[in-house]
């Protein structure tokens, strides 16, 4: 796809969808769950859908309207031995969560995806629910998908991960359900907590005390209704492009602010940006507000540390924020960037590189001397959606033409984010 520089500000309101963590962390609780659970805002992307898919395959009635689902639950033990393999397409949060769901379990199941999810690293889980007593494989002996799991009683154990990544904390705290006595996780930094908010709404026994969370065995689940507030890592992209292009105004409606999940708001503010809370609201133990964005003359920054769990996901748009920033941005602590749905952090400086900026890359992150004229250039995706995004802002600073190659790529998290670019560009 080709894309052109602004010709005008962005003015308008927007309705964020729903956030793809939260979306699929419901329809995997209120599976588990004693009754229906129904679900609004619900992001229909090809992520969440094969969330859906899975748990369909397992005796799940599941009934979807756009964004609204519902969730006939089974209960803690409801689950069915599939008779297919389990596709989780390109999610890792279904593969990993799920990974944890099916240790537990009476019967065997196998986890693959698409070729970039049989890349990403496993072991992460494999290790802790190993400990756990766990049988689960690796069929190609590499740490990747296809991943064999043979469910079997389970143990509850005291973990220390090596990694601050909620995917890792979910998974063991999701089959320490399972388990045979209080399971326990201990993070160098924290998480998003997305999964300890929601269990406890759903009414399991679970408790988070500085680092550390533990969650008791066979808890009772209950079926509810769940409001999934607009994902900040979808809304990013709009922030970027308001506080970019001069003139810019708009407001972003009931984006989620978990402040596990608001460093790059934390990240603005520290580059000089305008972004202002209105309407603050919380449902299921999430805040929210509407997020009046304007255009802003940004500076760098230094991003490192703590900050950085709390915007893995954004710091490929955050680079992009950074090149138009006058003076220099550094990003340090990033590794988590180079085993994303692709090595996010090499394909950030080689395509910023190639549209003019000064980007040096890093062993773990990147430097970046903003404030450069930006130009059109062909960047590929690598079928990673928010490297497609990213870079379909930057190309609206950008002078000439940008090519985006599978573009399309963006279906994975947000369908309509072509359509609502437009809708903030339209005269």
Known sequence: MK?????????????????KSISHRAVMFGSLAEGDTLITNFLPGADCLSTISCFRKMGIDIETEGSHVRVHGKGLHGLTAPTEILDCGNSGTTMR??????????????????ASIQKRPMGRVI????????LINSEHSNGCAPLLIIGQPLHGIRYVSPVASAQVKSCVLLAGMYADAETRVTEPAQSRN???????????????SGLTTSIRPDPHLTGRSIHVPGDISSAAYFLAAALM????????????????????????????GSVNYRRLSISGGEPAADLEVRYSRLHGTVIEGDLI???????PIIAVLASVAEGETIIRNAEELKVKESDRLSIMVDGLSRMGVDIEGTDDGMIIRGGRPLHGAIIDSHKDHRIAMAFTIASLAADGETEIRDAECVDISYPAFYRDLAHLLRP
Do not use: C
């Open 3 to 19: 894309f052109y520089p602004a010709e005008r500000p962005l003015k308008g309101t927007l309705n964020i969808p729903g956030d």
């Open 127 to 134: 290790e802790p629910l190993t400990m756990m007593n766990a």
């Open 97 to 114: 969560l799920l990974s944890g769901i099916l240790a537990g379990q009476d019967f065997p199941s196998t986890l693959t995806g698409d």
């Open 245 to 272: 292009i001069p003139d810019s105004e708009i407001v972003l409606r009931h984006v989620g602010t978990n402040p596990t999940r608001d460093g790059i708001l934390r990240v603005i503010n520290a580059m000089g």
């Open 194 to 208: 997305h999964t300890e908010l929601m269990l406890k709404s759903f009414g399991a026994d679970i408790r988070t």
């Open 309 to 315: 769990p709390t915007l893995i996901d954004e710091l």
